[in-house]
T-cell receptor, first 109, second 117 residues
Framework: GQNIDQPTEMTATEGAIVQINCTYQ??????LFWYQQHAGEAPTFLSY??LDGLEEKGRFSSFLSRSKGYSYLLLKELQMKDSASYLC??????????WGAGTKLIIKP | GAVVSQHPSWVICKSGTSVKIECRSL??????MFWYRQFPKQSLMLMAT?????????EQGVEKDKFLINHASLTLSTLTVTSAHPEDSSFYIC?????????????FGEGSRLTVL
């Protein structure tokens, strides 16, 4: 079956760095998304990776290893507003999105 | 980026009534829109894929007669929850890809929180 695994919850300190991991098992692969979702709001796009390697976008970076079925989202210089759920979603061979359950990130002062 | 607008943001209704949620792409044409449902502390669950000018494609376990989807134009898709019951209370979110590309960025509406009393 198809599956996305990511930690349920993580805690980090303001100003620090945190890495949220995501492993996926899909029938075929056409890329992986990371989305941020604040409580009670819709998800907002953070990144899209389809090739191996690191994509940097400001304080956020996303990494993909297709051979390992693995991705991570790296958040630097954490701010209180970064407290949210981070959703990992992979695109399978039918171009369907397979969503992870999300990682709730708690930022402490 | 592209904008997807969803309305209403909040709706409270009595059990047995029907509720319509609109999803509009404001600055692009969306031949395909997606409807999701999200229960508290759970991931997004795809309900159906809405195709302009044709019938929606429903995911397994989603009742097509209960969740009516209409995609009458390239900028509007509607989801009607018919004869709503308390168990239908959820966060409903629509999304669309820019340009219809299968791997293009997915933009989400603001979401509609439905509470059925």
């Amino acid at each position: 079956g198809q599956n996305i695994d990511q930690p349920t919850e993580m805690t980090a300190t303001e100003g620090a760095i945190v890495q949220i991991n995501c492993t996926y098992q899909t029938s075929g692969f056409n890329g992986l998304f990371w989305y941020q979702q604040h409580a009670g709001e819709a998800p907002t796009f953070l990144s899209y990776n389809v090739l191996d390697g690191l994509e940097e976008k400001g304080r956020f970076s996303s990494f993909l290893s297709r051979s390992k079925g693995y991705s991570y989202l790296l958040l630097k210089e954490l701010q209180m507003k970064d407290s949210a759920s981070y959703l990992c979603a992979a695109i399978d061979s039918n171009y369907q999105l397979i969503w992870g359950a999300g990682t709730k990130l708690i930022i402490k002062p | 980026g592209a904008v997807v607008s969803q309305h209403p943001s909040w709706v409270i209704c009595k059990s047995g009534t029907s509720v319509k949620i609109e999803c509009r792409s404001l600055d692009f044409q969306a031949t395909t829109m997606f409807w999701y449902r999200q229960f508290p502390k759970q991931s997004l669950m795809l309900m159906a894929t809405s195709n302009e000018g044709s019938k929606a494609t429903y995911e397994q376990g989603v009742e097509k007669d209960k969740f009516l989807i209409n995609h009458a134009s390239l900028t509007l898709s509607t989801l009607t929850v018919t004869s709503a019951h308390p168990e239908d209370s959820s966060f409903y979110i629509c999304s669309a890809r820019v340009g219809g590309q299968d791997t293009g960025e997915l933009f989400f509406g603001e979401g509609s929180r439905l509470t059925v009393l």
